[in-house]
């Protein structure tokens, strides 16, 4: 049986050997990071299953390492805090995480709460669709070893500028992008006036993908916020 990869990221080293311990005693392989950017140098080298990622941290935080993990990858992330507020959670959740624990917690809860998101992950969701390199969203397909797009098995064809949107809001179903977190993220550069030109590649990606663009199935505007890829049943 092969062994699900946890990472779990805190600046402070008695949490992560407490962690470590509930963790390993359900089977559970734990890597640790006490910082944004040490995490993100271990994603690159370990297939990781999920993320217990704490806020406070030095030289790069929880929200910002979640907000760079996000733009790439769509593995689980419970964010670990010792804050309580409300503006706290939303925050967190708003910048890609799956759930939000508020320390001190209970060991009990925390396992649950993991154990349940790997198997929405590993089970339910599209882990064994990315080992081959495949997002899907219902009949949507994106293979990004080939860069390939296909909507019921047809094979679309994009442009480089159209695939990077498609793939930035299919790695992240669900969650909606502000115009100009989707222009900094696929020109990788400021935002400033980027309204039309985000609009102008978001209608052309629709009339490729969309049955009837005017009733967009799979992107989805938020009016007032920005767009998604609709979840499918």
Known sequence: MIKHNV???????????AIEIYLMNEG?????AYDGLEALDILMDNDIHLILMDIMMPRLD???ATFRIREERNIPIIILS???EDADKVLGLNMGADDYITKPFNPLELVARVKS??????NLGNYKSLEK???RAGGLVLNTLDKSVSVDGEEIKLTPREYKILELLISNQGRVFSIDEIYEIVWNEPSYN???????HIRRIREKIEINPKEPKYLKVVWGIGYKIEKQK
Request: net charge neutral; charged share 35%; glycine share 6%.
């Open 7 to 17: 990472l779990v990221v805190d600046d402070e080293k008695e949490i992560t050997d």
């Open 28 to 32: 559970l392989k734990v890597f640790k």
């Open 62 to 64: 929880g929200l910002k």
């Open 82 to 84: 010792a804050k309580s």
């Open 117 to 122: 998101q790997l198997r929405r992950y590993l």
């Open 133 to 135: 390199g495949e997002l």
């Open 194 to 200: 980027s309204e039309n030109t985000v609009a102008v």
